[in-house]
């Protein structure tokens, strides 16, 4: 009996991820948290095999969450395996989390037995990361587009708008006209494959950009 840990802020996600679970056999749910504090908290509780954790949770740990929250899971627990379930389908915070170390990256856009499939190759002594179809398209598209990397400049429109600030806002802290600001922000959304503000904000949190 394989013993996991779900963690995500929507409890209606957890409760399907623990039912598909639950259904499937072989799997033991032992522990639910809504924050990061509460999964770390959790995991020193209650040892498990495996997390399946979303990425953004509300806040709750110091430091916050994300990438940091991600790091030191697979610092603190080395014996756990991390598969991350989340909305957020930007291919390179995907490359980032491979990087780190991750054992499993599912998208929210894929079907949940994705999950567990994650799981039974990583049982199956798959190797990591394990990708659901939506990441490895997700992550294809990017590499297939080669994008470039974001001048400084670019950085540093994206960080302030990120924030809050507007286009003029900008303009005046970067000393540049507010022309040259918003090249800068169509520029920097063409090169990351983006296409709406919302999407470009989101980024900028994903990578720790804001």
């Known amino acids: 009996m394989l013993r996991i840990g779900l963690a995500d802020d929507h409890p209606v996600i957890m409760d399907a991820l623990e039912s598909a679970f639950v259904e499937a056999g072989g799997f033991s749910v032992v522990f639910k948290a809504r924050t990061g504090a509460q999964l770390i908290e959790a995991l020193r509780a209650q040892p498990c095999d495996a997390v399946v954790t979303d990425y953004s949770m509300a806040q709750g740990m110091s430091g916050g969450d994300g990438l940091a929250l991600i790091a030191q899971l697979l610092r603190q627990f080395p014996t756990v395996r991390v598969i991350v379930f989340t909305m957020l389908a930007n291919p390179a915070l995907c490359e980032q989390l491979a990087a780190l170390g991750v054992h499993g990256i599912v998208s929210k856009s894929d079907d949940r037995a994705e999950v567990l499939a994650a799981m039974r190759a990583l049982s199956a002594g798959g190797e990591p990361p394990i990708l659901s179809p939506g990441v490895r398209a997700s992550i294809g598209a990017r590499r297939s587009r080669a994008p470039q990397p974001l001048s ?49 904000v989101r980024y900028a949190y994903e990578l720790g950009i804001a």
């Open 152 to 200: 400084q400049r670019e950085t540093d429109v994206v960080r302030l708008f990120a924030q809050g600030h507007s286009l003029d806002e900008i303009a005046t802290s970067l000393n540049r006209a507010k022309t040259t600001v918003a090249t800068h922000q169509q520029n920097a959304m063409q090169k990351l494959g983006l296409t709406s503000n919302a999407e470009l």
